[in-house]
């Protein structure tokens, strides 16, 4: 079986090589499993803060914002990036437009009513993106814009730069989860007009899972100090987030050996330049996609304009047996993932995001499928 890079480090500690394709997550760098390796230091120590400032400026670098803006990592998974967003940025009774085209867009509509929100919801048919014209029909009143860039559970990317344009006429304020964009898509915060954004360490920058990396726009931390109620979550309050990560005083311990990884990953994908993997992304989905056509795949998204590049959302060919041969794949030490609610058994999703948007993992499974399918 052929290696992916930290398979070569991952079989020196004993443990067998696997060909990790799901949609997150995602293979870690090998950069980021030796930072893991690190001797442990305390959260208020001076290097852990020094590392911290990298991390800021790195992570403004990614989103493309203003070496003023705020960011941070919470310590938590992509879910908790999203949630933050709601508990700081809406107070009971606010109205949030939430597009839904998605599992993931209907978390936010979730997580925005538990706020205390009331909740509009745009929609658009499954394997769509969301039409902005909805958007701009919908706009009217409401305090905060809630839309997921790429929806993971149908392979769908969403015109964020065009519901941006529409948003930031309207003096509500626009949250934008880019989990499964950050890092390998286009994203430009300050230029779209994007007050709040989040990913998860584990998708596109192969980090560990267990962090939230967020930025802030200063319009975000207004609306934020003139709240008239409490956030309700103390532990992702974005004034405590910024005790420790500007003020340098103690809020939370937070998992410094998971900075350090962060750290190493996000370098090297800023090493390795953005637009370079953004080009990676987009050659690999190509080369797979003329791989399984000829075995019957075809695309799920029928817009090409609407294909998520970091998830390959794949329509199984008539007859194929999906948990059966996914169980079979994973027994030769390959994972993917199938579809998710309406899309069960009708779709696989192939995760390009990060070290997985390699030939060498896909050239395993090309080989797996050949076999088990002929
Ligand atoms: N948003 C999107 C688009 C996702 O794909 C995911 C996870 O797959 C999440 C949010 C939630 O992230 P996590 O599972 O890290 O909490």
């Given at each position: 079986m052929a290696m992916l890079p930290n398979d070569v480090f991952q079989t020196e500690l004993g443990h067998v090589a696997h060909t990790l394709l799901t949609p997150g997550p995602t293979p870690i760098h090998p950069d980021a499993v030796r930072a893991l390796m690190r001797p442990m230091l305390g959260h208020m120590d001076r290097e852990v803060f020094a590392l911290n400032r990298e991390i800021q400026a790195d992570l403004r670098q990614m989103y493309g914002t203003a070496p003023d803006t705020f960011t941070a990592l919470l310590a938590g998974t992509g879910s908790l990036g999203m949630e933050a967003g709601f508990a700081n940025l809406v107070e009971p009774g606010d109205t949030v437009l939430v597009c839904a085209n998605g599992s993931f867009g209907r978390r936010m509509a979730e997580m925005a009513a538990r706020a205390g929100a009331q909740v509009r919801v745009v929609t658009a048919p499954l394997g769509e993106a969301i039409d902005p014209a909805d958007v701009a029909d919908q706009?009217?009143?409401?305090q905060l814009v809630a839309v997921v860039h790429?929806?993971?559970?149908?392979g769908v990317l969403n015109p964020v730069p065009q519901i941006a344009e529409l948003v930031r006429g309207s003096g509500a304020l626009l949250t934008v989860?880019?989990?499964?964009?950050?890092?390998m898509e286009p994203f430009s915060m300050d230029a779209w007009g994007v007050d709040y954004v989040y990913t998860g360490a584990?998708?596109?920058?192969?980090?560990?899972?267990?962090l939230a990396p967020v930025a802030v726009s200063e319009r975000a931390f207004e609306r934020f100090f003139a709240?008239?109620?409490?956030?309700?979550?103390w532990y992702s309050d974005f004034g405590g987030l910024r005790d420790y990560?500007?003020?340098?005083?103690?809020h939370h311990t937070v998992p410094v050996n998971l900075h350090f990884a962060f750290h190493a990953a996000l370098r090297a994908a800023l090493n390795e330049g953005l637009e370079t993997r953004q080009r990676r992304v987009q050659q690999m989905g190509e080369a797979i996609f003329a791989a399984l056509a000829p075995l019957g795949f075809s695309h799920y998204v029928p817009q090409p304009a609407a294909r998520l590049p970091t998830v390959l959302a794949l329509r199984l060919p008539e007859g194929l047996d999906d948990a059966g041969t996914r169980t079979r794949l994973r027994d030769r030490g390959i994972s993917i993932t199938g579809g998710l609610g309406p899309t069960a058994g009708l779709i696989w999703r192939l995760g390009l995001m990060g070290e997985a948007a390699r030939p060498e993992p896909y050239r395993d499974l090309m080989v797996a499928l050949q076999e088990l399918l002929d």
């Amino acid at each position: 079986m052929a290696m992916l890079p930290n398979d070569v480090f991952q079989t020196e500690l004993g443990h067998v090589a696997h060909t990790l394709l799901t949609p997150g997550p995602t293979p870690i760098h090998p950069d980021a499993v030796r930072a893991l390796m690190r001797p442990m230091l305390g959260h208020m120590d001076r290097e852990v803060f020094a590392l911290n400032r990298e991390i800021q400026a790195d992570l403004r670098q990614m989103y493309g914002t203003a070496p003023d803006t705020f960011t941070a990592l919470l310590a938590g998974t992509g879910s908790l990036g999203m949630e933050a967003g709601f508990a700081n940025l809406v107070e009971p009774g606010d109205t949030v437009l939430v597009c839904a085209n998605g599992s993931f867009g209907r978390r936010m509509a979730e997580m925005a009513a538990r706020a205390g929100a009331q909740v509009r919801v745009v929609t658009a048919p499954l394997g769509e993106a969301i039409d902005p014209a909805d958007v701009a029909d919908q706009l009217d009143g409401a305090q905060l814009v809630a839309v997921v860039h790429g929806e993971t559970s149908t392979g769908v990317l969403n015109p964020v730069p065009q519901i941006a344009e529409l948003v930031r006429g309207s003096g509500a304020l626009l949250t934008v989860d880019a989990v499964t964009t950050a890092g390998m898509e286009p994203f430009s915060m300050d230029a779209w007009g994007v007050d709040y954004v989040y990913t998860g360490a584990q998708k596109c920058l192969s980090a560990p899972p267990g962090l939230a990396p967020v930025a802030v726009s200063e319009r975000a931390f207004e609306r934020f100090f003139a709240r008239r109620t409490p956030n309700p979550s103390w532990y992702s309050d974005f004034g405590g987030l910024r005790d420790y990560w500007v003020h340098q005083t103690y809020h939370h311990t937070v998992p410094v050996n998971l900075h350090f990884a962060f750290h190493a990953a996000l370098r090297a994908a800023l090493n390795e330049g953005l637009e370079t993997r953004q080009r990676r992304v987009q050659q690999m989905g190509e080369a797979i996609f003329a791989a399984l056509a000829p075995l019957g795949f075809s695309h799920y998204v029928p817009q090409p304009a609407a294909r998520l590049p970091t998830v390959l959302a794949l329509r199984l060919p008539e007859g194929l047996d999906d948990a059966g041969t996914r169980t079979r794949l994973r027994d030769r030490g390959i994972s993917i993932t199938g579809g998710l609610g309406p899309t069960a058994g009708l779709i696989w999703r192939l995760g390009l995001m990060g070290e997985a948007a390699r030939p060498e993992p896909y050239r395993d499974l090309m080989v797996a499928l050949q076999e088990l399918l002929d």
